[in-house]
């Protein structure tokens, strides 16, 4: 995300000082929290078509309907989970995490300014 343009990076000596403050771990922490198992979920999903791709070929070529089968429509169905975790993830950190970050780099500026 943009920051405002009167909001300046924060000098380079007070880098250690943010990455060992209590929020700035809280918000790692809540990337990850969201972050890890997300990708987990969506490797095992892939993971999941290629097996059944590979080990499965009868079970993928079942016709749904018409030309659509089983390999096609669960094919689709992984750029569909892409976009939705894409979106799922943009809600997410504007609601936890961009505030967050926001307020860690203000206190930081304000820090440095001093």
């Not at 969506?42 to 059944?52: G, K």
């Amino acid at each position: 995300m943009d920051t405002p343009p009167t909001a300046r990076p924060a000098p380079p000596d007070t880098l250690p000082s943010i990455e060992q403050s209590e929020e700035f771990r809280q918000l790692r922490g809540s990337f990850r929290g969201f972050a890890f198992p997300v990708t987990a979920g969506f490797i095992l999903w892939y993971l999941l078509y290629v097996l059944l791709s590979s080990y499965a070929p009868g079970f993928m070529a079942t016709k749904l309907f018409g030309h659509i089968n089983i390999a096609l429509a669960l094919g689709l169905l992984q750029f569909a989970s892409t976009f939705a975790i894409a979106a799922w993830y943009a809600a997410y950190a504007d609601r936890r995490l961009d505030p967050a970050a926001t307020a860690i780099r203000e206190q930081h500026t304000r820090e440095a300014a001093e």
